[in-house]
């Protein structure tokens, strides 16, 4: 790792592969090849965002309905910019745009903001374990969601700004009570992935006392956030998360390299090139409770994409966060794209939860992060 000496931070890590005895070792050969790499970046950035645009509109298309990636295209192009609506394509066109395009859409969205959250986390605490569900902010938003739905017996549901705040709340008091006992009691990352495992058991402990007090009716909305899902995604709800997650993606890309200062090198040599080591953290973390926090109070707990999408990220693109940061939005909105689709058409006609889907996919990725990391000590 080398970092500059003259900004907030800049890392740069490791990547090319081992050298053979026959190959050359002088600097500008070395130097070359990691230009190379730095040069590669943004293309795999790129096609990643390709890629992610084509599965996508592929799995809009996935379904009972024979609709095409033509159809999806040409249903877009009607909404957006308007015209005569045939009448053999309106059935087509009510499928897409009413219910598979937000649908497809939110759990994109909603994917990307997880992951973002996760790859934050990680770089603040220095520990790719760590994300909003494996600290326990996830499963505190849902508790603090469903305390708000039986407080009004089932009338706020998805989206309301009632469960929002109650999710947002109790998410940002749960980060700040874990925060502030690790800086307290000067925790290292295990004894704080041991505190946030914890609070998970007692807030799904809670919601589901919650759940054993509530009447048929307000137990049916309860549910639905401890399972996790995009089954009632409407438009309301790809414009407030799709746009606070648009919006976040920025302004996390503008501390990339105080991130990266503080990931690569520590709090420390941070702090002796500029960086607010405190402000950074706190603001940060902030940021990435409510992004989580947003998504619970719309789709639900949805464990592990705070996890695994950064980790995938990390092995396509490398650890920079500047690359890191975008990537992982892709990887994360991708991950819960894919595992929503698999839940409505692997038993199709029926649907399984999104959050089911991605458990199955999460802990053995989490299983193995585990054993690499004891292995690697």
């Not at 309301?160 to 690790?182: D, E, M, P």
């Not at 495992?197 to 549910?223: G, H, S």
């Not at 990887?331 to 038993?347: K, Y």
């Amino acid at each position: 790792m080398k970092l500059s000496p003259g900004g907030p931070a800049t890392a740069t890590l490791p990547s090319s592969p081992s050298l053979t005895p026959t190959e050359d070792r002088s600097p500008g050969d070395r130097s070359s090849r990691r230009a190379a790499w730095w040069r590669g970046r943004p293309a795999v950035l790129w096609a990643g965002t390709v890629l992610s645009v084509l599965v996508t509109g592929w799995c809009v298309t996935a379904g009972t309905s024979d609709a095409g990636l033509l159809d999806v295209w040409r249903a877009v192009r009607l909404r957006v910019f308007g015209g005569v609506l045939p009448a053999d394509f309106a059935q087509t066109y009510s499928v897409i745009i009413n219910l598979r395009l937000p649908r497809v859409l939110l759990a994109f969205v909603a994917g990307a903001a997880l992951s973002l959250a996760g790859v934050v986390m990680q770089g603040l605490l220095r520990n790719p374990l760590v994300s909003p569900f494996t600290l326990g902010v996830s499963p505190a938003a849902a508790f603090g969601a469903a305390l708000a739905i039986l407080l009004t017996g089932g009338a706020a549901g998805s989206g309301s700004w009632l469960v929002i705040g109650s999710a947002l709340g109790t998410a940002l008091a749960v980060s700040a009570l874990v925060l502030g006992l690790a800086s307290a009691k000067a925790m290292s990352a295990a004894t704080l992935l041991l505190l946030g495992i914890a609070l998970t058991q007692l807030f799904e402990a809670m919601t589901a006392a919650l759940q054993f007090v509530a009447d048929e009716n307000t137990l049916q909305a309860i549910v639905r956030w401890t399972f996790g899902s995009v089954n009632n995604a409407d438009w309301n709800d790809v414009t407030v998360v799709g746009t606070c997650t648009v919006l976040v993606l920025p302004l996390l890309l503008w501390f990339s390299r105080d991130l990266n200062a503080i990931a690569f090198a520590g709090d420390d040599a941070a702090k002796s090139l500029g960086v607010n080591v405190t402000a950074v953290r706190v603001g940060l973390i902030v940021v990435s409770v409510v992004l989580a926090a947003l998504v619970v109070s719309f789709c639900g707990v949805i464990g592990f994409v705070g996890l695994v999408g950064p980790h995938i990220a990390r092995l396509a693109i490398g650890a920079d966060h500047r690359y890191l940061l975008p990537f992982s939005f892709l990887t994360g909105g991708l991950l819960l794209v894919i595992a929503d689709t698999v839940g409505r058409t692997v038993l199709a006609p029926s649907v399984i939860p999104v959050g089911i889907v991605v458990a199955f996919i999460g802990a053995p990725v989490f299983i193995n992060l585990i054993l690499t990391r004891r292995a690697a000590q």
